[in-house]
């Protein structure tokens, strides 16, 4: 007999060590950990370089087309890539009632629960800043990542999960829309705003957005001003003066907006099983959608994933809402979960995926480059060789991960 860590969910039963099956570990969500590991694929799979393999059949739709969607937006609108870490960030916020439930059936006491809470976000910002600082020289004090943003906000999200559901919905509209007035209080550059000096092209001007969108421009906006004092007080190797990206420490705060809208899909779970709320997800998803759209076409607030505008935080959970709507269709009334397994297995370690895409590329690849070598890679063409090698380097990922599921090894934090 074999113990099972459980990462999200329900206690694990025991089972024997040879059984390869999914239900080792129930009773637990399967959308969910398949929603999951979806959006972990997503993440592992940009070793398969599309944009750079587009770029070698210029004009060919199909490859324009993934590499589109393998590549986040240069400022407004969504890409398939782009929904990534809205995707992570709400699933975390699914698992915090089952996590929740599950502490209060052990009987564990708020503070301890509180203490446990806080702990885990202490790890998630070191964990996002060691893996940001694998390249640099000392310690790389970056807190715009996924790990980073959540750890942020974990401790509020742990909070405001044991409000009543009125005062969730009040959160979440509280703090969206403090942050957008903080934002639009905030002056908007002017017509001899050195663009330059914050790292924004020539070329790159036909993002620049105008009128009352200005407020939310590229390195010149509320976020920009606090991290020009904010990470200046970290030791660097050069002061900061602008992200290349654009992306902001103060996005962890409309991500948080994200994690609770997350919170909501879970305790729907839980209120209503073993029924699935399939018509508050899709009702949800329409409402959040269309309010994230108003904002953006009336010129409010536009949609932009770098700096999580307020509106980004309504369209992308709506897009969440709908991708966990599609998985319970496929998985809890068509019963097709033989279809989604692979995905499972990636799910169900999400957070060791995460620490492998990010440390186990240059290994993975040099390894294959030696022992398969380059005739092998090239067997499709030398254009092709980017993603003969990312789908080489995709497989052994799963394959670990595979035999992490077997073994009943999950990693958590």
């Given at each position: 007999m074999g113990n099972v860590i459980a990462l999200v969910?329900?206690?694990?039963?025991?089972?024997?060590?040879?059984?390869?099956?999914?239900?080792?570990?129930?009773?637990?969500?399967?959308?969910?950990?398949?929603?999951?590991?979806?959006?972990?694929?997503?993440m592992m799979g940009e070793v398969l370089e599309f944009a750079r393999v587009a770029r070698s059949f210029p004009g060919n739709p199909i490859w324009q087309f993934l590499s589109f969607n393998q590549s986040h937006v240069e400022w407004v609108g969504m890409s398939l890539h782009d929904t990534i870490q809205p995707g992570f960030t709400f699933l975390a916020g699914v698992s915090l009632p089952y996590s929740l439930r599950r502490r209060r059936q052990k009987?564990?006491?708020?503070?301890?629960?509180?203490?446990?809470?806080?702990?885990?976000?202490?790890?998630?910002?070191?964990?996002?800043?060691?893996?940001?600082?694998?390249?640099?020289?000392?310690?790389?004090?970056?807190?715009?990542?996924?790990?980073?943003?959540?750890?942020?906000?974990?401790?509020?999200?742990?909070?405001?999960?044991?409000?009543?559901p009125r005062w969730q919905w009040t959160a979440i509209g509280a703090i969206l829309f403090g942050y957008w007035l903080a934002w639009a209080l905030y002056p908007a550059p002017g017509p001899n705003f050195n663009?330059?000096?914050?790292?924004?092209?020539?070329?790159?001007?036909?993002?620049?957005?105008?009128g009352f969108a200005a407020h939310w421009n590229k390195n010149s906006n509320f976020g920009q001003?606090?991290?020009?004092?904010?990470?200046?007080?970290?030791?660097r190797t050069s002061p900061f003066v602008y992200n290349d990206g654009g992306y902001l420490t103060l996005s962890f705060i409309p991500t948080l907006g994200t994690l609770l809208l997350g919170v909501v899909a879970g305790?729907?779970?839980?209120?209503?099983?073993?029924?699935?709320?399939?018509?508050?997800?899709?009702?949800?998803?329409?409402?959040?959608?269309?309010?994230?759209?108003?904002?953006?076409?009336?010129?409010?607030?536009?949609?932009?994933?770098?700096?999580?505008?307020?509106?980004?935080?309504?369209?992308?959970?709506?897009?969440?809402?709908?991708?966990?709507?599609?998985?319970?269709?496929?998985?809890?009334?068509?019963?097709?979960?033989?279809?989604?397994?692979?995905?499972?297995?990636v799910g169900m370690n999400s957070?060791?995926?995460?620490?492998?895409?990010?440390?186990?590329?240059?290994?993975?690849?040099?390894?294959?480059?030696?022992?398969?070598?380059?005739?092998?890679?090239?067997?499709?063409?030398?254009?092709?060789?980017?993603?003969?090698?990312?789908a080489l380097t995709l497989a052994a990922y799963w394959l670990v991960l595979y035999w992490m599921f077997g073994k009943k090894l999950f990693i958590k934090i």
């Open positions: 969910g329900e206690p694990p039963r025991k089972i024997a060590t040879n059984e390869f099956k999914y239900e080792a570990v129930q009773p637990r969500n399967m959308a969910v950990d398949a929603y999951r590991g979806l959006v972990m694929l997503l009987g564990e006491s708020f503070r301890h629960m509180l203490l446990h809470t806080m702990w885990r976000s202490l790890v998630l910002i070191a964990l996002g800043i060691f893996l940001r600082s694998t390249d640099s020289p000392i310690t790389y004090f970056t807190f715009e990542d996924t790990l980073t943003q959540i750890g942020l906000g974990y401790t509020f999200g742990f909070l405001l999960a044991f409000v009543k663009w330059a000096a914050v790292g924004v092209p020539p070329d790159w001007h036909q993002h620049l957005l105008t001003a606090f991290d020009l004092w904010f990470l200046n007080l970290f030791p305790r729907w779970f839980i209120e209503m099983a073993p029924a699935i709320p399939l018509r508050r997800f899709l009702i949800a998803a329409a409402a959040l959608i269309a309010g994230g759209l108003l904002l953006h076409f009336t010129g409010i607030c536009p949609i932009v994933k770098r700096v999580w505008t307020p509106a980004w935080t309504l369209f992308s959970g709506g897009v969440c809402f709908l991708f966990l709507s599609a998985f319970c269709w496929l998985v809890d009334i068509k019963l097709q979960r033989k279809v989604v397994f692979p995905l499972v297995v957070i060791a995926a995460y620490v492998m895409a990010e440390l186990g590329r240059g290994f993975v690849e040099s390894s294959f480059r030696i022992h398969l070598g380059m005739r092998v890679l090239n067997c499709l063409g030398t254009a092709l060789e980017p993603t003969v090698l990312g």
